[in-house]
């Protein structure tokens, strides 16, 4: 009886971390809605930021994502890793820079076929002052920060 009760609780602790890791691994706003609600698929088709609706929706890495058609839900849900952003959707910039920074939707850039997203027009502007460069360092910081929870990556040191 005592090994099946601390099964269960080293599974709940296990389950419990692993959706932290999740949560702390995608940039997730009001109601865990990613992009502040923007339609991923859209930047891709439409080529700008279009609003999805509450009607058409999905969850990819612990975060709701939202469509603004039926079509769009579905070609990410075929293919998420095509359509959702890169960094958990945390600015590209700030990633670069060590940090966890929010994003505005209307600052975006696609290249090698991955959505990038950015705190404002004005940290996009430095971005793409090197893209190659700042990609490579980007991702290179991510896999340090990317289970950090906001706060602690954001820490002075």
Excluded: H
Aim: include cysteine; aromatic fraction near 12%; glycine fraction near 8%.
């Amino acid at each position: 009886m005592k090994l099946s009760v601390l099964k269960v609780l080293f599974v709940s602790a296990s389950l419990l971390l692993s959706s932290m890791s999740f949560a702390a691994a995608v940039n997730l706003g009001e109601n865990d809605v990613v992009i502040q609600g923007y339609d991923p698929v859209a930047y891709f088709s439409k080529k700008k930021p279009v609003k999805g609706s509450a009607k058409y929706t999905a969850i990819y890495q612990g975060g709701i994502y939202r469509f603004a058609s039926v079509e769009n839900r579905d070609k990410f849900k075929r293919n998420p890793e095509k359509f959702a952003p890169q960094f958990g959707g945390y600015c590209a910039m700030g990633v670069a820079l060590d940090k966890k920074l929010d994003v505005d939707p209307d600052a975006f850039y696609i290249t090698g076929g991955k959505l990038y997203l950015n705190l404002n027009k004005d940290v996009q502007s430095k971005w793409m002052q090197d893209v190659s460069g700042n990609l490579k360092t980007a991702r290179r910081n991510w896999s340090g920060i990317q289970d950090l929870s906001v706060a602690a990556a954001n820490a002075e040191d």
